[in-house]
DNA sequence: CGCACATGCGTACGATGTGCGCTATGGTAA
DNA sequence: TTACCATAGCGCACATCGTACGCATGTGCG
């Protein structure tokens, strides 16, 4: 290739990439983000990996965002938007309107287990409008269901964390278990050869991990969720009685 | 010996280094680390960075650490090493034991900000020996406050989760305000008028915004923290009624 | 018709994690 | 004593990262 000053060697050579794409969007680019985050998880994402994925350069992605944690930021409430608003319940209902509101929110967090190492590196003051928007519904929920609103918010913060903090070690083992390249089964499989044996002299320890021996990782997560839920919501509601 | 190479300018010019520090080792290595990570921040810890402290070269330390991941995990089992074993209290005793373990566990996150964002990431699949002690004996406090151990397992994941959610949210707060090199006072009052802004449409959030303005944070996250772990408690005692 | 502005991009800089091979040290064997 | 060898530390190098800067180009407005 000539590469040299050249008054142009043929007119079929020149650029002509013009406009064909409408450009970057912010828009566009955090959904990018998001997918390529899902897909290849938290470390994947660099400015010119993002780029190129939307056949741009990576500083091209500058003139939109103001900087890769600004774009995390853009990514976390992107994903904040796929919460359903929960059913506003009244009193009578309001357990089964919480259920529903932690499921989708632990969901949400599998879904994309990268939030969670985000969320715990910027915690929930992040703002953002989708945020925003379910924080306000959730503590009319919680209102509804009898709580003052004083006290409506720290119930509200009492489930979140529960449920941030449960969905937080599923999503780290996702996010493993994805960087391994591997399928959970033999994820699990090759580490409870060690696991078992750092365990050995921990009697409580060896007989839960005999017990859960070739049982359905999953499965149990879920059952696991749903005990500490409903202990939660046991919780609270002494608070209502 | 050096004959051939150079004639050597001076004896006085010679290294004259030799072995005056006890050299690295793992534990050295990794209590520098967490040192740094408290004063500093996640960010802040670099291998170059890290190593100078230790008046070594940055590839050095990698004869005593396989890579930085595993330094990360060896400096989260050094942290779970502060905490005080529980008391191994009787059926009568089991909720101020439990309060005690949750309590400690907060204050050991909240004292090195930085583990709630590596727990984000890599969960509980840490296998460290202190944390397996630490694991093992709760379970035991679980289980003599009249659990099985099956429950006991769901129990101490519930308590753990909380405490973890709670935490995780109240550090990133800290792990920012360090980072800003401002008090804390100072961060809330520059991000105050933003989020009054942002919570303007919603009656709830306003409501709540106004009410905390001026007040204690630590004080009231402490509270909400109360709240929340006597709730979980109340929901875990109605499966030992 | 010309000018200002917005957008994309090439280049570059400083920092990072870490592999590789050299060197000196100190312990052990002969 | 001498010869040797494992080990610890280090300098160098490489690939990759976030992002600042300034140029080029196409668009919309006067």
């Known amino acids: ?31 990018e983000a998001v997918r390529l985050l899902d897909e290849e998880g938290i470390d994947a994402l660099s400015m010119r990996r993002l780029g190129s994925r939307l056949n741009a350069g990576a500083t091209s992605l500058y003139r939109h965002v103001a900087n890769k944690d600004e774009l995390f930021e853009l990514a976390v409430d992107e994903v904040y938007g796929e919460l ?32 969670a190492a985000k969320l715990g590196e910027v915690g929930l003051a992040y703002l953002g409008p989708n945020m925003l928007r379910q924080t306000e519904h959730l503590l009319g929920v919680f209102e509804a269901a009898g709580f003052s609103l004083d006290e409506a918010d720290q119930a509200m913060n009492t489930l979140v964390a529960y449920v941030l903090g449960v969905s937080t070690g599923e999503a780290a083992v996702l996010s493993m278990i994805a960087r391994s390249g591997q399928t959970e089964q033999e994820w699990v499989e090759r580490l409870w050869p060690a696991a078992e044996r750092a365990v050995q002299d921990y009697p409580r320890l060896r007989a839960r991990y005999a017990a859960q021996r070739g049982q359905d990782v999953s499965k149990s997560d879920q059952d696991n969720f749903e005990y500490g839920l409903q202990r939660v919501l046991d919780g609270l509601q002494t608070r209502l009685g």
């Open 1 to 31: 290739m000539p590469s040299d000053e050249q008054p142009i060697p043929s007119v079929w050579a020149r650029p002509r990439r013009e406009r064909e794409q409408p450009a970057l969007s912010r828009e566009q680019i955090v959904a």
């Open 84 to 115: 359903p608003l929960p059913e506003q319940a009244d009193a009578a209902g309001w357990r089964a309107s919480i259920e529903q509101v932690a499921r989708s929110l632990r969901a949400t967090i599998l879904r994309h287990p990268w939030i």
